[in-house]
Structure formats: C-alpha cells, structure tokens
C-alpha cells in the first residue's frame, strides 16, 4: 500500500533558524514527490516538487528539497525561516501508474518563534 | 489565486440534509481530483475525472457521494443524507493532461449539526 510519514507533527524554529521537514514514503511505482504548504482554512499551495532527474530541486519562497530513492525520503528545507512560513506542510506522493493521485502525509505544523 | 474555484467556501447543514459542491477547474486541465480533509490530517483521494469521465471512486466514497463532471469543466460533489462524521474540508484540484502538478481550489469546509 503505499502511504507517506511526516513524523513530526509540530516543529517549532526561531525566526532566522534554518528548517528540515521529514518526508519518507512507501510506494509501489516510480513516485512523483510533492511538498505543499496550507494555511489555516485555506487549499493547497504547491512549494515544490519531484519528478525526475537532478534529486535537489528549488522551489519558491527559498525552500529546497532533496529526492533521495535509497531512503526513501524527501525531506524540505529552508536555510533562514521567516515569521510568514508559519504554516501546515505536507509531502505527498502520486505517479501515472495510479491515476496521478496523491497519497499526502498527515502534516507537519511549523511554529515559528521570534 | 491558482485559478481553481470552489462554491461555496463554507457549507453548515444539518444531519440528514442533501448537500452539493462545486468546482470549477483550470480551464484547459481535463483531470479533475476531490479529496477530503479532516481536522489534523492530510487529505486523502475521493475521486477523478478525465474529462467527463469517472475513472476511479476511493472506498471512503460511500453510496451517499455521488460526483459528476458534465462536459467535462466543472464538476459537482453530492452527499445525501449527511452525517456528523461528512464534516470536512473538500478540496479540488484540476491536472493538464496524465501527468504534472495537481494545482487545489480553496477548498470547501462542510460542518454537520
């Protein structure tokens, strides 16, 4: 079955600290990797994502994210966090083998302290 | 803005009662996704759509949803007879062609009484 785990729930980071956000997944077919962020009562927001070739990709608001297969893992980063990028992250999984679905983690809840 | 709509916004009804969602897809995306979120939890997959046709219903859509796409634009999402347990935010989301990005609606956030 394929599912996708973000095990923190919550992160708490000082405004200028850098941040990674834990994505592993378990996936039967070659996977396109997702990270969105969601703000309170809000859709979606697409931060960056993965679907073939160099394993570190750029996204916006100077975040990054490194595919690493052996692992399975995706984990987001940011160098320098800022009040704004407090936030819910998800990682999500999907693939044409399946329809393009996505498979999304539980969350992880970003607090950012000043 | 990602240039998906979802009406309405906020939904609160009773038990029992009938309710409809709609969404209005990025105009040139024939793949159409639902997914439903509660409190806490990622979203999880209900249905999609290429063009008008359902191609695939999750287990979590019991034979109280029912999901249309007429002519392949929008596409409405009905839940008959509701329940406590229906209260949820619903996302849209619209993808061009078999492959790429999934760009999501706000979102409606339904609530039972």
């Known amino acids: 079955a394929q599912s996708v785990t973000q095990p923190d729930i919550h992160i708490t980071v000082s405004e200028g600290a850098s941040l990674e956000l834990r994505c592993n997944y378990s996936?039967?077919?070659?996977?396109?990797l997702f990270w969105y962020v969601q703000s309170p009562g809000q859709g979606l927001q697409l931060l960056l994502k993965?679907?073939?070739?160099?394993?570190l990709v750029q996204g916006i608001k100077g975040f990054e994210a490194e595919f690493k297969r052996s692992q399975s893992s995706f984990n987001l980063r940011k160098p320098s966090v800022h009040w704004s990028d407090a936030a819910e992250y998800f990682c999500?999984?999907?693939?044409?083998?399946?329809?393009?679905?996505?498979?999304f983690g539980a969350g992880t809840i970003l607090r950012v302290k000043s | 803005d990602t240039g998906v709509s979802q009406d309405p916004r906020h939904k609160i009804t009773k038990r029992g009662q009938n309710v409809t969602f709609r969404c209005d897809p990025i105009s040139e995306h024939n793949r159409l996704y639902w997914y439903r979120q509660t409190l806490g939890q990622g979203p999880e997959f209900l249905t999609y759509?290429?063009?008008?046709?359902?191609?695939?219903k999750s287990r979590l859509l019991s034979d109280r949803f029912s999901a249309e796409r007429p002519k392949g634009s929008f596409s409405t999402l009905e839940i008959q007879r509701t329940e406590q347990g229906d209260s949820a935010m619903y996302l849209c989301?619209?993808?061009?062609?078999?492959?790429?990005?999934?760009?999501f609606g706000p979102g409606t956030r339904l609530t039972v009484l």
């Open positions: 996936y039967g077919a070659t996977p396109y």
């Open positions: 989301a619209s993808l061009p062609g078999g492959a790429g990005t999934q760009y």
């Open positions: 759509f290429q063009n008008e046709a359902q191609l695939e």
């Open positions: 999500a999984v999907g693939s044409m083998e399946y329809g393009n679905k996505l498979v």
């Open positions: 993965y679907f073939s070739g160099d394993t």
